[in-house]
């Protein structure tokens, strides 16, 4: 289980997250929406360890990773499929998803038959290169590659922007199967209110750096989360 408890974070004087608090199981998908710029990719930086928070704490799995830099966070299972995907659009697909093995020890560096399963378009464009591949295939590569350090905590921004509405059925499709597995809590963050809505176990609503609304996907009132997504 992901434990994230009244986390405070700064950019300069910037007060970008202001008391954050979510939570994420295993087996479940915990949506955080809300309009650009509340501070919902900053969330997930401070998750993985990629901006350090001034207060408040991050348990995952038992452990306080708090204080762990982001290489040790990915070691403890962890992934993140950042927004825009960056991928290496000079590297081959194959080059691109061997490039999770830097979080592995050396006897698990092998791509699990799994993600071609997942996504079938990444086996059959194994050499060509990620910047020649659409959008949606670079997402899909994008989450190929954070699967192959095998984690338990997914942690995935923005998975559908710029992407075609049938690459997003897809996606939504394998993640959906992650989390039934049972053995992953997922954290998405997301604009698109169906996407999230169709995913969502749980959810949480930011605006201003802080969470507004957050509870079960069950008593989500869609009235209330739009008037946070609109402009």
């Given amino acids: 289980m992901l434990s994230v408890e009244g986390i405070n974070l700064y950019y300069g004087a910037s007060h970008a997250l202001r008391s954050v608090s979510i939570t994420a199981e295993k087996g479940k998908i915990t949506c955080v929406l809300g309009r650009n710029g509340v501070g919902k990719s900053s969330l997930l930086r401070a998750i993985f360890g990629l901006h350090p928070v001034t207060s408040g704490s991050i348990v995952w799995d038992g452990h306080d990773i708090t204080r762990l830099k982001p290489y040790e966070r990915a070691r403890r299972h962890m992934a993140m499929v950042p927004q825009g995907r960056e991928i290496f659009p000079r590297l081959s697909v194959l080059e691109n998803l061997k490039t999770g093995f830097a979080a592995l020890p050396p006897a698990e560096r092998t791509i699990p038959d799994e993600i071609y399963t997942l996504f079938p378009i990444l086996k059959d464009m194994q050499e060509r290169r990620g910047g020649d591949l659409s959008g949606g295939q670079q997402q899909q ?91």
């Fill in 141 to 231: 590569l994008a989450i190929g590659r954070a699967l192959v350090t095998r984690p338990q905590l997914l942690i995935l921004d923005e998975p559908t922007e710029g992407i075609q509405p049938s690459i997003i059925k897809d996606i939504e499709r394998v993640i959906r199967m992650l989390a039934d597995r049972g053995d992953m809590a997922i954290v998405l963050v997301e604009q698109y209110f169906e996407f999230a809505r169709d995913l969502a176990d749980r959810y949480a609503v930011m605006d201003r750096g802080e969470v507004v609304l957050a509870g079960d996907a069950q008593g989500m009132v869609e009235s209330d989360v739009r008037r946070y997504l609109t402009v």
